[in-house]
């Protein structure tokens, strides 16, 4: 069972950024952040991301929070904060509207899970703090954590609160999925230890399964307020995110996919977000991620037939396996993206082009299968001003910072994961947006045995 430690938290927090409040609610503006503390609201690709009309090639608009219908003023939900005693101890949760009301009516198989894994906490100050509540102490000056302000800070807090909403903007992504209905979603922040494993305790069907059967009942005890017993509760659909090197999480489940109920009726959806299965060398990573594709397209093909697979990819041998996979891909799109308009029109194109050290920005490629529960986008790195490492620097590169988008490794998760969310199954949504809630939402869910 999960205990609360919501107030442990919050008294750890970076005493200038408090998203957790000591009534126990959550900083609005924190939640559902602003870009260049300006615009109240964040970038959202359209239903295809890439459109040789748009400027840059990219179909992506920033969307107000105040001109969503009723300004999201009652879709904050609620953010929960849970430790349990397994390897993977800490676990940040939100609780979004419908999912809530599916909780306080007892309907707990009516409620989506969404699990998003962040890459591994090997370095740096990570390694050497005490998991999950130690501060950092190291004073090397060529320590990422220095840099990055962490010391005396409590790296794991943070970085729990990053993947929940104040960096990667996941909670204000899964509320603007849908330009109508509200997300029917738990979505869900564990805190890795490397020492723990790295997640490994949630990545078999029954160790996935019993963590979501966990959050339910303490996310039910807490939006009730009344106490649960410990049990084995009916759930809705599973979704799986993995980012960058955590995309190794994701490829250690599916390797298990066999035709059991989990795999066949609970898990929905799986997203990769510039997924680098293997570090330093190419032609490994590649056919680890051929072999990730295969178990895929098993689970696919002959366990669910309506699961979904999305990838966002700056790899081009990513996406050219993906087109090559049994995942049915059709048709893609391609942009040329030094030949679209850029942003600031021809003479800012122009002066781009002389810059020192510029170079093309390369070839964007997106694909669908037939019904859209298969897709894939790439970007190269040459597409981005400053994708990760100082060598893949562009200075004539689309310049993903404007928007507080760091570089354009993040970009992916940052930016898309909303778009991976807008082709869920209908049952991830509930009401139209807007409604006023007189009672619980209860919708059914297709069954298949």
Same mark, same amino acid.
């Not at 996406?319 to 996979?325: D, H, K, P, T, V």
């Given at each position: 069972?999960m205990?609360?430690?919501?107030?442990r938290?919050?008294?750890?927090?970076?005493?200038?950024?408090?998203?957790?409040?000591?009534?126990?609610? *959550?900083?609005t503006?924190?939640?559902?952040?602003?870009?260049?503390?300006?615009?109240?609201?964040?970038?959202?690709?359209g239903?295809?991301?890439l459109?040789?009309?748009?400027?840059?090639?990219?179909?992506?608009?920033?969307?107000?929070?105040?001109?969503?219908?009723g300004?999201?003023?009652?879709?904050?939900?609620?953010?929960?904060?849970?430790?349990?005693?397994q390897?993977?101890?800490?676990?940040?949760?939100?609780?979004s509207?419908?999912?809530?009301?599916?909780?306080?009516?007892?309907?707990?198989?009516?409620?989506?899970?969404? @699990?998003?894994?962040h890459?591994?906490?090997?370095?740096?100050?990570?390694?050497d703090?005490?998991?999950?509540?130690?501060?950092?102490g190291?004073?090397?000056?060529?320590?990422?954590?220095?840099?990055?302000?962490?010391?005396?800070?409590?790296?794991?807090?943070?970085?729990?609160?990053?993947?929940l909403?104040?960096?990667f903007?996941?909670?204000?992504?899964?509320?603007?999925?849908?330009d109508?209905f509200e997300?029917?979603?738990?979505y869900?922040?564990?805190? *890795?230890?490397?020492?723990?494993?790295?997640?490994?305790?949630?990545l078999?069907?029954?160790?996935?399964?019993?963590?979501?059967?966990e959050?339910?009942?303490?996310?039910?005890?807490?939006?009730?307020?009344r106490p649960?017993q410990?049990?084995f509760?009916?759930?809705?659909?599973?979704?799986?995110?993995?980012?960058?090197?955590?995309?190794?999480?994701?490829?250690?489940l599916?390797?298990?996919?066999?035709?059991?109920?989990f795999f066949?009726?609970?898990?929905?959806?799986?997203?990769?977000?510039?997924?680098?299965?293997?570090v330093g060398?190419?032609?490994?990573?590649?056919?680890?991620?051929?072999?990730?594709l295969?178990?895929?397209?098993?689970?696919?093909?002959?366990?669910?037939?309506?699961?979904?697979?999305?990838?966002?990819?700056?790899?081009?041998?990513?996406?050219?396996?993906?087109?090559g996979?049994?995942?049915g891909?059709?048709?893609?799109?391609?942009v040329n993206?030094?030949?679209?308009e850029w942003?600031?029109?021809?003479?800012?194109?122009?002066?781009?082009?002389r810059?020192?050290?510029?170079?093309?920005?390369?070839?964007g490629?997106?694909?669908?299968?037939?019904?859209?529960?298969?897709?894939v986008?790439?970007?190269?790195?040459? @597409?981005?001003?400053?994708?990760?490492?100082?060598?893949?620097?562009?200075?004539?590169?689309?310049?993903?910072?404007?928007r507080?988008?760091?570089?354009?490794?993040?970009?992916?998760?940052?930016?898309?994961?909303?778009?991976?969310?807008?082709n869920?199954?209908?049952?991830w949504?509930?009401?139209?947006?807007?409604?006023?809630a007189?009672?619980?939402?209860v919708?059914?869910?297709?069954?298949?045995?």
């Amino acid at each position: 069972m999960m205990t609360d430690v919501f107030s442990r938290f919050q008294s750890l927090q970076d005493p200038g950024l408090k998203l957790l409040q000591s009534d126990g609610t *959550a900083d609005t503006d924190l939640l559902l952040p602003l870009v260049l503390h300006r615009d109240r609201g964040i970038d959202v690709p359209g239903r295809r991301v890439l459109d040789a009309a748009r400027p840059d090639g990219l179909n992506v608009r920033m969307v107000q929070y105040a001109d969503v219908a009723g300004g999201l003023a009652d879709e904050h939900g609620t953010v929960l904060v849970a430790e349990r005693d397994q390897a993977t101890q800490l676990f940040l949760m939100w609780v979004s509207r419908t999912a809530a009301l599916h909780l306080k009516a007892g309907a707990t198989q009516n409620v989506n899970v969404h @699990f998003l894994f962040h890459p591994p906490t090997d370095r740096d100050c990570y390694a050497d703090t005490t998991y999950w509540t130690g501060a950092c102490g190291i004073d090397g000056k060529d320590r990422g954590c220095v840099t990055g302000g962490l010391k005396g800070q409590q790296p794991y807090v943070k970085l729990g609160e990053r993947y929940l909403c104040t960096d990667f903007r996941a909670v204000a992504q899964h509320l603007l999925a849908s330009d109508r209905f509200e997300p029917n979603v738990l979505y869900v922040v564990p805190v *890795a230890s490397v020492a723990g494993g790295n997640f490994d305790d949630l990545l078999t069907e029954q160790g996935l399964t019993r963590a979501v059967q966990e959050v339910l009942l303490f996310a039910t005890g807490k939006i009730t307020g009344r106490p649960v017993q410990d049990g084995f509760p009916e759930f809705g659909q599973v979704m799986l995110s993995g980012y960058s090197h955590s995309g190794d999480r994701v490829e250690k489940l599916i390797k298990t996919v066999t035709d059991t109920p989990f795999f066949r009726r609970h898990l929905s959806q799986i997203n990769l977000f510039d997924p680098n299965l293997v570090v330093g060398d190419p032609k490994a990573r590649l056919e680890r991620f051929q072999a990730l594709l295969e178990r895929a397209s098993f689970w696919k093909g002959r366990v669910n037939r309506d699961a979904r697979v999305f990838v966002y990819t700056s790899y081009d041998d990513h996406q050219r396996a993906m087109l090559g996979s049994g995942l049915g891909l059709q048709s893609p799109t391609t942009v040329n993206l030094d030949t679209v308009e850029w942003e600031g029109g021809p003479s800012a194109k122009a002066a781009l082009r002389r810059t020192a050290g510029a170079h093309p920005r390369g070839t964007g490629v997106e694909a669908y299968n037939h019904d859209r529960s298969v897709g894939v986008v790439h970007l190269p790195p040459s @597409f981005f001003r400053h994708w990760l490492e100082p060598a893949l620097d562009n200075p004539a590169g689309w310049d993903q910072s404007a928007r507080d988008n760091g570089h354009g490794h993040g970009w992916f998760l940052r930016s898309l994961l909303s778009h991976a969310l807008s082709n869920a199954t209908p049952e991830w949504f509930g009401e139209q947006r807007g409604f006023k809630a007189a009672g619980p939402v209860v919708q059914p869910r297709p069954v298949r045995n």
